[in-house]
């Protein structure tokens, strides 16, 4: 009773997605997880060899896809080869991305188109090329990974945050003019999560206690913790929510740990 009831709410048996940056860690887990939910999961990266021992282990509802996400033109192609395999693209998630750490004034202009191609560009056409595909059906969902620094902004990474901002209002426009086609779209946007991309804070001694003492749950997040969040974006159980940021931060945004000096809480 209870399973039915959940699966009637969360489950994605039937649908398929398309999730970008799947060999990374973040998209990785979200892929796993979407798989795991009962949807066909076309898994797609720049590194296809790291896909592919996640295929074999999910089984033949996942296959893995070499897309470069600033490969602009060859879009169509790779969006029909996943349509016409499963028969449907439900599910955008675009999740590749990168960062370079350096000062505002340091940056060059081959960093910055590099980023912005990358966390923007790719985004924005990738979702443009899978929404033909959704209007047609009338029907889809986009999550756009975002980040932290769509609100508060850290030292040394003025590029990527101008890019995940810009996600999030590409976000906000996607759900205003394809909510006609019954596309919704919503942005989740992680803390410090432990990754490949986040490796140079989180094995640095200083620059960890300071995320640590920012973040009101005294850890650092994990790839799996921002899979729920886009289960239930991606799920029916969220029909009616779109044009949405979703904060993954372990309460980073509100305030971080309490200051102990003074006052017992
Ligand atoms: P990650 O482990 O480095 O994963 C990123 C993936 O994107 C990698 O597999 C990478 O491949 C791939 N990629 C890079 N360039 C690409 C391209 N041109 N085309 C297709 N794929 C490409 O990083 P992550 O931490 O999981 O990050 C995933 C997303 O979450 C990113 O959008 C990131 O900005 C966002 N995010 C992460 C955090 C965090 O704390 N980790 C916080 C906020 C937001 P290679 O490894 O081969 O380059």
Request: charged share 15%.
């Amino acid at each position: 009773m209870v399973n039915e009831y959940l699966a009637s709410m969360f489950s994605l048996a039937g649908k398929t997605a398309l999730v970008t940056g799947a060999a990374g860690g973040i998209g990785s887990a979200v892929a796993v997880g979407i798989a795991k939910a009962g949807a066909n999961v076309a898994l797609c990266d720049i590194n296809t060899d790291a896909l592919d021992p996640i295929c074999n282990e999910l089984g033949s509802t996942t296959a893995a896809f070499k897309l470069d996400v600033t490969d602009v033109a060859a879009f169509p192609k790779t969006v029909d080869e996943i349509a016409t395999k499963y028969g449907s693209i439900d599910i955008l998630v675009n999740c590749a991305g990168i960062n370079k750490r350096e000062g505002l004034a340091d940056v060059a202009e081959e960093t910055y188109d590099r980023i912005m191609n990358i966390n923007l560009k790719g985004v924005f056409f990738l979702s443009q090329t899978v929404a033909h595909k959704m209007k047609a059906q009338n029907s889809g969902v986009i999550i756009n990974i975002g980040s932290h620094n769509t609100g508060p902004v850290l030292g040394g990474v003025s590029v990527y945050a101008a890019t995940k901002t810009g996600v999030l209002a590409l976000t906000r426009s996607m759900a205003v003019e394809w909510a006609k086609y019954n596309i919704r779209a919503n942005c989740v946007s992680p803390g410090h999560i432990k990754t490949e991309l986040t490796a140079p804070t989180w094995e640095h001694p200083t620059r960890s206690k300071y995320l640590l003492d920012r973040i009101a749950l005294n850890r650092p997040g994990l790839p799996q913790d921002v899979v729920g969040v886009c289960l239930f974006l991606a799920s029916d159980a969220a029909a009616y929510i779109t044009g949405c940021e979703y904060r993954v931060d372990g309460g980073c945004v509100c305030g971080g740990q309490p200051w102990q000096y003074d006052t017992e809480f």
